[in-house]
């Protein structure tokens, strides 16, 4: 019986895991792959969608892709953001707000068009949850979603999302 329910909790859990000997090494191979999806849906006329998170785990892929776009000439004019999850209540320039967070460790460096970038709205009302997380969750059916993902895996083994496995649903608030 345990084992069923072992099976049953983890059965939606078939995202692969990459392993690297040091958070630099990562950060430059994370950012590797994402710029050859961004380019290869360049080339072929098309939207890389990427879902992305805050804190310390991806800082360094954010700076690897801004190096990339400076350096290297890595347009973002075709890419799509969705970010995970804000703060209630929040305004978004607040220096707490994940929108600043975005702003200074990535999107201010790019030259990706900001109708493009979409972070939940930390102002709004409760009541207003449910039909804006409708609205995202359509935006994500389009043909290109969800090409990408990078979430955050902090020390204790939170993870971006703090809720079990489960089949796939529409987005809501914890």
């Given at each position: ?25 990562a950060a430059v191979q994370m950012a590797a792959r994402i710029a ?136 809501r608030a914890w």
């Amino acid at each position: 019986m345990h084992r069923l329910n072992l099976l049953e909790a983890t059965r939606f859990e078939k995202l692969p895991v990459t392993v690297y000997r040091d958070k630099e090494t990562a950060a430059v191979q994370m950012a590797a792959r994402i710029a050859a999806l961004i380019r290869s849906k360049q080339a072929r006329g098309e939207q890389a969608v990427l879902g992305l998170a805050t804190g310390a785990t991806p800082v360094g892929v954010y700076e690897e892709l801004v190096h990339l776009h400076r350096e290297e000439g890595l347009s973002f004019r075709n890419v799509v953001t969705f970010n995970l999850d804000e703060y209630y209540p929040m305004q978004p320039m607040s220096p707490q707000s994940y929108v600043t967070f975005m702003n200074e460790h990535l999107f201010d460096h790019l030259d990706i068009e900001r109708a493009n970038i979409h972070i939940p709205d930390g102002t709004l009302a409760p009541m207003r949850w449910r039909p804006s997380a409708s609205t995202t969750s359509g935006r994500l059916r389009r043909p290109a979603a969800s090409t990408y993902s990078c979430w955050a895996l902090g020390a204790p083994g939170t993870r971006a999302s703090t809720s079990p496995a489960r089949p796939p649903t529409r987005a809501r608030a914890w």
